[in-house]
């Protein structure tokens, strides 16, 4: 069965700093591509950044230069570093893991406000 886990969300005062994390299990994770991805009240799901498993990452625009993905394959777990946090960046974020099929987290919740 695969299970994929998030963690790290909460309340943040703009200008601050969070780091999710996503364990996985039931997966062979050093193959999957990973994503995090978010979703606002009323919008889309949109990517926020991704990480291949040789480590390539990309970015959405919007979170270039203050987001962070990185991986640890021994610990099978993604990690997104989050700083100089927004309010446009409250929304559940999720986790993804890709490789024939596709799995989501179930979400953890981030607010960004004073």
């Known amino acids: 069965q695969v299970q994929l886990v998030e963690s790290g969300g909460g309340l943040v005062q703009p200008g601050g700093s969070l780091r999710l994390s996503c364990a996985a299990s039931?997966?062979?994770?050093?193959?999957?591509?990973m994503g995090w991805y978010r979703q606002a009240p009323g919008k889309q799901r949109e990517m926020v950044a991704g990480i291949s498993r040789r480590g390539t990452t990309n970015y959405t625009d919007s979170v270039k230069g203050r987001f962070t993905i990185s991986r640890d394959n021994a610990k099978n777990t993604v990690y997104l570093q989050m700083n100089s946090l927004k309010p446009e960046d409250t929304a559940i974020y999720y986790c993804?893991?890709?490789?024939?099929?596709?799995?989501w987290g179930q979400g953890t919740q981030v607010t960004v406000s004073s």
């Open positions: 039931g997966i062979i994770f050093s193959m999957h591509y």
């Open positions: 993804s893991a890709k490789l024939f099929d596709e799995y």
